[in-house]
Each structure stands twice: as structure tokens, then as C-alpha cells.
């Protein structure tokens, strides 16, 4: 019994599934004679799947048909990618001083710029300039060209290269510039001619010289002589930067005592060195070896002799102990050996030692500076010793004058801090020429 009703519900419900599938068979069928009928119509919306929209159905067929990718020929070629254009030629054209009298124009790549190349640089550089008088041309100290005119074809040259919309340039410094003008006059005139107020004509200068002991003159090297004669036109303020030997002790020695009329010397040199000064002082100049008086402790303080000394040798160490004592006397010449012991540190303030011989020559009216390496290790160590004798020559401060000839570079240290380093220096040649020709012998 139970068999034979299982049997009559697998019938009905067989039954059931035919009358469904014969209606969606005929639903297929009226949808299809609708698209056939109607063709112009969006048949897409029939479908689902709207990716392929754009694609044209087959009028005699239901299926899609996709079309197959176009080989690449002669007549049909591939697309080229977008690529960037390379950016315009443009260069940098750098102005330098090289002698006491003329000035070098030299071609350098430019940042965002692509670099014509150095014979394509100077060619242009010509037709810039041509309206200027070339002196000639040189190789630089890089391995590179430049093109050399004169310091008062200066101003000619900046205005062609203003209108050069090709080439940018970088002006020599203004205050470097001023300074070798004025000195520029001596070498053209073939005399020397006082720009400042402390420098002395070569009247006076020969004059001073005629006045020296005879035994010192007849000492003295031609090389030598001509050193004192740079020093007394400079009023008696130079740095002697010979090399070890040629005699930087017995220049200082002539140059000063020249100045022996007008007040006492103080010498400041190394402690093991005063001896050995004391010795070429007493050799040299005519004095009695009284008059000379060294400094080895706060016993030896020249503030408690009953008369000031003509000549005071004492160390870097002592004048920092005696600072206030020595401040209080004026002296006619400052002699200062070693010098490159002033050199720039990247502080805001110096130490005790470098800071009291700073403060000392500002009350001296001739100062000598000695060393046969005024820069040890890179061109910011020589600011001070050149502030010295020639007040804002370099820069009002020594962070001005790094801007100018050191490249200054960043560089990351221990928990986040950033310090400045100056260790390199750029246009050096130009700084070499405008302390020769000015303060350096």
C-alpha cells in the first residue's frame, strides 16, 4: 500500500516539472521572435553582462562575437609610448676673478638644464660676448676652458650676458669685486697706490725703510725685502704665509720695528717659541735685552712693573689668564705667531684663547700675523685672521663669508641634529688673488 502511493507522488510531481519547463520553453521562444522581430532596438538590455555593451550582435545569431586584436604592419603600426621631452639647453656662466687685473668667464652645467657641452658653451659664450675684448683664453685648475677679459670690461659683460636668455651667470662677489677694482689702478699705473686709510705711499714706505739698522738690511733676501715693502704699504698689517725657512720671523722683526717710535710690541706666540723669540728680538733690534720682557706667569704680569717694557713676548695661554690686564694697555704693533691658531670654529662664540687675541688687536694699530699654514685644513679656517687686518674684507661675519667661498652642506648627526659643514671650499683661485693683493705676502 505504502509502495504504490509513493509510486502515484513521483508521477505527479514528474508531471509538475513538465508543465514548468514547457512554460520557460515557451517564454524563451516569444523573447527570441521579439529580438528577431525588433532588431534596431538595445538588445543588449536583455543580457545580463553589460561589459561588452559596445560589441554589435549578429542579426542570425544569439551569440557575441568578439573581435580579434589587429597585428601590428607597415600600414597599421603600434603605438608609440609617451615619452617626456628632454628639458631646453641652458648653462651657468661662472665670473671669477684670476689675476689682480682681469676676470675668467667659465661654463658649468646648470640644475633642470640639459648641459650644451663645453666647446658648444665657449662658442656661445664668444658670439655673447662679442661686443667685449677677449684677452684670451686659459685652462682652470678643473681641467676645464674659460675666457679671460679684463676687470674693466666688467660691467660690459654682465649686460651682453643679461640679454642671453641661454645662460644664466653668477656674479663675483660685490665686496671682492670693489676691493680688486681699487688695487687694479695700482698695477695699471705701474705704482702702488693707497686705497685705505692705513696703507702708506711708497714715500713714506722708503723712508721707514732708509731709518732700519744697516745690519739688518744687508740680512736681508731680495724676496724678504720686498715682503717688508708689501708690509709697510699695508700700514703694518699683513699675514707673512711663507713656508717654513724662508725667514717669516726676521720680516715681522724689520716690519715692526719700523713702528718702534710710535709704542711697545706684544708678541704672542706658541709657549715653547717665546726663547727662541727673545733671541732673534735681541739679535736684531737695537735695544738693550731690558727692554725685553717674556711672560711665564701671572708673577711676570707687565701691568706690575714700574715701567712698561718696549717689547712683551708671552704665550696664547698666559694672555688668556692676564686678558684683563692686557686689555688695559694699548700697544703700537701686535705680533701674533702661529696664527692659524685662530682658526674659525662652526660655534657661534670662539674660545677664550682665540676670542682675547681678537679682542687685543682691535687696540693695536699694526698687526702681523704669522704662519706658514694660515689654513690648515679648508678655506673657513682663515676668516679671522683675515678680519683681523682687514676688517669685513671677507664678510661682516664668518658665516657670510662661508656662503661665499665654502660650499656649505647639511649633514645629519646622532638624534636628529643638523650641523653645517664648511670643509670645502669653491672659488678658491679668486680667494687666493684677493689676499695677495691685499693682505697675504
Not at 668667464?105 to 677677449?134: H, I, N, W
Not at 705711499?201 to 733676501?221: A, F
Amino acid at each position: 500500500m505504502e509502495k504504490g502511493e509513493e509510486e502515484q507522488a513521483e508521477e505527479e510531481i514528474s508531471e509538475e516539472q513538465r508543465k514548468r519547463a514547457e512554460a520557460n520553453r515557451l517564454a524563451a521562444l516569444a523573447k527570441r521572435r521579439t529580438r528577431l522581430t525588433e532588431p534596431n532596438q538595445d538588445s543588449w538590455k536583455h543580457f545580463k553582462c553589460r561589459k561588452i555593451s559596445h560589441l554589435p550582435l549578429s542579426a542570425n545569431s544569439t551569440n557575441v562575437s568578439f573581435r580579434k586584436p589587429q597585428t601590428p604592419s607597415p600600414l597599421n603600426p603600434p603605438p608609440m609610448p609617451c615619452t617626456p621631452s628632454p628639458p631646453p639647453q641652458k648653462f651657468r656662466a661662472r665670473l671669477e676673478i684670476c689675476s689682480s687685473d682681469s676676470f675668467s668667464v667659465t661654463p658649468a652645467p646648470l640644475e633642470g638644464f640639459t648641459y650644451p657641452g663645453e666647446q658648444q658653451c665657449m662658442e656661445k659664450l664668444r658670439d655673447c660676448l662679442s661686443c667685449v675684448a677677449l684677452s684670451h683664453c686659459t685652462q682652470t685648475t678643473s681641467e676645464g676652458k674659460a675666457c679671460v677679459y679684463q676687470v674693466r670690461d666688467y660691467e660690459a659683460v654682465l649686460k651682453s650676458l643679461k640679454n642671453s636668455r641661454s645662460i644664466e651667470y653668477e656674479e663675483i662677489p660685490w665686496g671682492t669685486f670693489n676691493v680688486v677694482e681699487r688695487l687694479s689702478h695700482s698695477s695699471s699705473a705701474g705704482r702702488w697706490i693707497p686705497c685705505r686709510p692705513e696703507h702708506l705711499p711708497d714715500e713714506k714706505v722708503d723712508e721707514l725703510i732708509s731709518k732700519l739698522p744697516k745690519r739688518l738690511l744687508d740680512t736681508l733676501h731680495p724676496f724678504q725685502l720686498e715682503g717688508v715693502r708689501f708690509g709697510l704699504r699695508r700700514g703694518g698689517r699683513c699675514l707673512i704665509a711663507d713656508e717654513m725657512g724662508l725667514g717669516k720671523t726676521i720680516q715681522a722683526i724689520t716690519i715692526a720695528s719700523s713702528f718702534m717710535d710710535e709704542g711697545s710690541m706684544l708678541i704672542v706666540c706658541p709657549a715653547i717659541l717665546r726663547y727662541p723669540w727673545a733671541e732673534e728680538l735681541e739679535r736684531w733690534l737695537p735695544c738693550l735685552p731690558s727692554d725685553i720682557h717674556l711672560v711665564f706667569g701671572h708673577k711676570d704680569n707687565p701691568a706690575r712693573l714700574p715701567k712698561c717694557p718696549r717689547v712683551v713676548v708671552i704665550s696664547y695661554t698666559m694672555l688668556r689668564r692676564l686678558r684683563r690686564n692686557m686689555l688695559e694697555q694699548e700697544r703700537a704693533t701686535l705680533v701674533v705667531d702661529e696664527s692659524h691658531n685662530l682658526r674659525c670654529t662652526k660655534k657661534a662664540c670662539e674660545n677664550d684663547e682665540i676670542t682675547t687675541v681678537l679682542d687685543v688687536a682691535t687696540k693695536a694699530k699694526h698687526v702681523i700675523l704669522l704662519s706658514g699654514t694660515p689654513s690648515l685644513s679648508r678655506p673657513y679656517d682663515i676668516f679671522h685672521q683675515i678680519n683681523i687686518l682687514w676688517p669685513g674684507l671677507l664678510g661682516k661675519t664668518k658665516y657670510d663669508f662661508a656662503k661665499t667661498y665654502c660650499s656649505v652642506r647639511f649633514v645629519h648627526g646622532c638624534q636628529g641634529k643638523v650641523f653645517q659643514d664648511f670643509s670645502k671650499g669653491v672659488r678658491l683661485e679668486e680667494l687666493n688673488v684677493l689676499l695677495k693683493q691685499t693682505v697675504m705676502v
